[in-house]
Nanobody, 117 residues
Framework: QVQLVESGGGLVQAGGSLRLSCAAS????????MGWFRQAPGKERDFVAS????????AYADSVKGRFTISRDNAKNTVYLQMKNLKPEDTAVYYC??????????WGQGTQVTVSS
């Protein structure tokens, strides 16, 4: 089992920045692909970004490309999501997840990000 705890969310003005962290425990995440997802009120949970375990290959949703950066520090068992030029439409609960293969098997409880206009 992998336990994931997100932190770093908060209230920020449009154009501002935040860095989310996802601290893992229970197992090392060095062999897990990691992802960030978000869910806005009344909407489904959407993919934001992912990073592979082997080469740290990254992927992003079109809506965040060029503004968000996912990274990982396996020594700290932590994954990050650097968010810049935030927009009101980025407001959501952000979730971290770990994948052992084709699905995300472990999820955190989320951290709220609110962007004011």
């Amino acid at each position: 089992q992998v336990q994931l705890v997100e932190s770093g969310g908060g209230l920020v003005q449009a154009g501002g920045s935040l860095r989310l962290s996802c601290a893992a425990s229970g197992r090392t995440i060095s062999r897990y692909a990691m992802g960030w997802f978000r869910q806005a009120p009344g909407k489904e949970r959407d993919f934001v970004a992912s990073i592979s375990w082997q080469f740290s290959t990254t992927a992003y949703a079109d809506s965040v490309k060029g503004r968000f950066t996912i990274s990982r520090d396996n020594a700290k068992n932590t994954v990050y999501l650097q968010m810049k030029n935030l927009k009101p439409e980025d407001t959501a609960v952000y979730y971290c997840a770990a994948s052992t293969g084709t699905t995300y098997d472990f999820w955190g409880q989320g951290t709220q990000v609110t962007v004011s206009s």
